[in-house]
């Protein structure tokens, strides 16, 4: 089956997810288990991909997984609750939010947890990589229905 391009998952879509930075690590990591960022803070969900899907960037659709920590290349079926507007390199590097149990909505507080995380990110990486915009831009799927 060919990858998924140049479209976004639904609110309520059903997705497999799988883990590259368990909740509370320190250290993002690539497709083959690499360190890429280090983060001052601990990661406060599930970071990894969507497999099958493929971001403009080229890289696999990057998913958050909220809830329990889960192990580095743990997979799971979730819940999508919204879809983060983020550019990276310049690029369209979308960030879809998900939750393993099924409900309809982000909490206010995840929401505002997110959009944190997705600022401090975002000038994390244009430190890192000056000259290459990284920044958050808001919601492509927004987070209430």
Same mark, same amino acid.
């Given at each position: 089956?060919?990858?998924?391009?140049?479209? *976004? /998952?639904?609110?309520?879509?059903?997705?497999?997810?799988?883990?590259?930075? /368990?909740?509370?690590?320190?250290?993002?990591?690539?497709?083959? @288990?690499?360190?890429?960022?280090?983060?001052?803070?601990?990661?406060?969900?599930? #970071?990894?991909?969507?497999?099958?899907?493929?971001?403009?960037?080229?890289?696999?659709?990057?998913?958050?997984?909220? @809830?329990?920590?889960?192990?580095?290349?743990?997979?799971?079926?979730?819940?999508? *609750?919204?879809?983060?507007?983020?550019?990276?390199?310049? *690029?369209?590097? /979308?960030?879809?939010?998900?939750?393993?149990?099924?409900?309809?909505?982000?909490?206010?507080?995840?929401?505002?947890? *997110?959009?944190?995380?997705?600022?401090? #990110?975002? @000038?994390?990486?244009?430190?890192?990589?000056? @000259?290459?915009?990284?920044?958050?831009?808001?919601?492509?799927?927004? /987070?209430?229905?």
């Amino acid at each position: 089956m060919p990858p998924v391009t140049g479209s *976004l /998952p639904s609110r309520g879509d059903v997705l497999e997810v799988q883990v590259q930075t /368990p909740r509370g690590s320190f250290w993002k990591r690539d497709d083959e @288990g690499r360190r890429t960022l280090c983060s001052p803070f601990p990661v406060p969900f599930n #970071y990894g991909f969507v497999p099958g899907w493929v971001s403009d960037d080229g890289d696999q659709l990057d998913a958050l997984l909220l @809830g329990a920590r889960i192990a580095r290349g743990g997979r799971r079926q979730a819940h999508v *609750l919204a879809v983060a507007a983020f550019r990276d390199q310049g *690029l369209a590097d /979308p960030k879809v939010i998900l939750a393993a149990e099924p409900r309809s909505r982000l909490r206010a507080w995840e929401t505002k947890t *997110l959009e944190l995380f997705f600022h401090l #990110y975002g @000038g994390i990486k244009r430190v890192l990589r000056p @000259g290459k915009p990284s920044r958050f831009e808001g919601w492509a799927v927004p /987070p209430d229905p």
